[in-house]
């Protein structure tokens, strides 16, 4: 662990070590070798991914986060009502948070912001801008992974506490392990107190509505999943040939789920020099890349009640496409 301060009102730690730029490796070995092979898409996130993923946000089949921001715009004080610190596992670049921050501090109430996310670099220049942006406010934070170092997040001090976990992310992760996660999070909740998780889910509707959001006609998203084999391509000197793989993006009804997949177009045999390792693919073999699970209220009460959590509130986009939902520790 590491920490430096920036400035005044930035303090940044990293929990960062020398081995954690195995995880892709990692992360391969054991998604590769698997009877049905499978990648987690935190990989898609190269500066690449990350532009097209920019991209596909203005797409009119896209409306994820068009949905999601619509909530914020017109909800945000009544989602922050009172709080004086926000803490954000996977902060990124805090785009929509700000509307958050913004309204916490013209109630007068902000105090800190915790973001975590794995590049130090955007922490550090997130936390400046926000201290520029909002006189007064502290920035803690964290360089790691918030699926192993939510323990890290600092003590909440006075005043109610929001964790904000947005985009939908929480889909991306199956049942159990979505489950756990959510437990995590809940941990940083104070028991009998305002402390809430501020979760952003993809709400069930039209399968079509659902696939073309997938599976847009300027072919970006399929850019993005092709896009993963360039970067294994580069950081493990595997051999992909990208224009074999084919983007597929399906809804399981019964699963309730969007997959992304890429789909070998001919047999091929695929070595991956930095793990010393060769992969075989028959004809037509897919190999997944991203679940994106949807949510009725019934099924986020589930999840949330299997980790220890009580919903509160659910707010929704005029289209009811996409929800914003509060929940609290349910021993408080």
């Not at 889910?201 to 399968?207: A, E, I, M």
């Not at 047999?267 to 949807?294: C, N, P, Q, W, Y």
């Given at each position: 662990?590491?920490?430096?301060?920036?400035?005044?009102?930035?303090?940044?730690?990293?929990?960062?070590?020398?081995?954690?730029?195995?995880?892709?490796?990692?992360?391969?070995?054991?998604?590769?070798?698997?009877?049905?092979?499978?990648?987690?898409?935190?990989?898609?996130?190269?500066?690449?991914?990350?532009?097209?993923?920019?991209?596909?946000?203005?797409?009119?089949?896209?409306?994820?986060?068009?949905?999601?921001?619509?909530?914020?715009?017109?909800?945000?004080?009544?989602?922050?009502?009172?709080?004086?610190?926000?803490?954000?596992?996977?902060?990124?670049?805090?785009?929509?948070?700000?509307?958050?921050?913004?309204?916490?501090?013209?109630?007068?109430?902000?105090?800190?912001?915790?973001?975590?996310?794995?590049?130090?670099?955007?922490?550090?220049?997130?936390?400046?801008?926000?201290?520029?942006?909002?006189?007064?406010?502290?920035?803690?934070?964290?360089?790691?992974?918030?699926?192993?170092?939510?323990?890290?997040?600092?003590?909440?001090?006075?005043?109610?506490?929001?964790?904000?976990?947005?985009?939908?992310?929480?889909?991306?992760?199956?049942?159990?392990?979505?489950?756990?996660?959510?437990?995590?999070?809940?941990?940083?909740?104070?028991?009998?107190?305002?402390?809430?998780?501020?979760?952003?889910?993809?709400?069930?509707?039209?399968?079509?509505?659902?696939?073309?959001?997938?599976?847009?006609?300027?072919?970006?998203?399929?850019?993005?999943?092709?896009?993963?084999?360039?970067?294994?391509?580069?950081?493990?000197?595997?051999?992909?040939?990208?224009?074999?793989?084919?983007?597929?993006?399906?809804?399981?009804?019964?699963?309730?789920?969007?997959?992304?997949?890429?789909?070998?177009?001919?047999?091929?045999?695929?070595?991956?020099?930095?793990?010393?390792?060769?992969?075989?693919?028959?004809?037509?073999?897919?190999?997944?890349?991203?679940?994106?699970?949807?949510?009725?209220?019934?099924?986020?009460?589930?999840?949330?009640?299997?980790?220890?959590?009580?919903?509160?509130?659910?707010?929704?986009?005029p289209g009811d496409r996409f929800a914003l939902s509060l929940s609290a520790r349910t021993d408080?």
């Amino acid at each position: 662990m590491s920490g430096t301060g920036t400035r005044d009102h930035v303090v940044i730690r990293s929990y960062l070590g020398p081995g954690d730029e195995r995880s892709l490796a990692d992360d391969v070995l054991d998604g590769l070798t698997r009877p049905f092979k499978e990648i987690p898409p935190k990989h898609f996130w190269d500066a690449r991914g990350a532009e097209l993923f920019d991209r596909i946000c203005a797409l009119d089949e896209y409306y994820p986060t068009r949905a999601e921001r619509a909530i914020l715009e017109r909800r945000a004080p009544d989602l922050v009502g009172g709080a004086a610190e926000l803490v954000e596992p996977g902060s990124g670049t805090a785009a929509k948070t700000r509307l958050l921050l913004r309204a916490m501090a013209d109630g007068g109430t902000l105090r800190r912001y915790v973001p975590l996310d794995v590049t130090e670099s955007m922490v550090r220049t997130t936390a400046a801008e926000l201290v520029d942006e909002l006189p007064g406010l502290r920035v803690h934070g964290i360089v790691g992974d918030f699926e192993r170092h939510l323990r890290h997040v600092p003590a909440a001090g006075d005043g109610p506490r929001i964790v904000a976990f947005l985009g939908g992310t929480i889909g991306n992760f199956p049942p159990g392990s979505r489950r756990r996660l959510l437990r995590r999070m809940g941990a940083l909740l104070r028991p009998g107190s305002d402390d809430r998780l501020l979760l952003g889910t993809d709400l069930v509707k039209d399968p079509a509505v659902l696939e073309a959001a997938y599976n847009d006609a300027e072919g970006l998203t399929a850019e993005f999943n092709l896009n993963l084999l360039h970067v294994l391509n580069r950081e493990l000197d595997a051999d992909f040939d990208v224009g074999g793989f084919e983007h597929v993006a399906f809804y399981d009804h019964e699963r309730e789920w969007i997959e992304l997949r890429l789909r070998a177009t001919r047999a091929m045999d695929v070595h991956i020099a930095g793990l010393g390792l060769d992969v075989a693919f028959a004809a037509r073999e897919e190999m997944r890349t991203e679940l994106s699970a949807k949510f009725t209220r019934e099924r986020l009460a589930a999840d949330l009640a299997a980790a220890g959590l009580t919903l509160m509130d659910v707010l929704t986009d005029p289209g009811d496409r996409f929800a914003l939902s509060l929940s609290a520790r349910t021993d408080g």
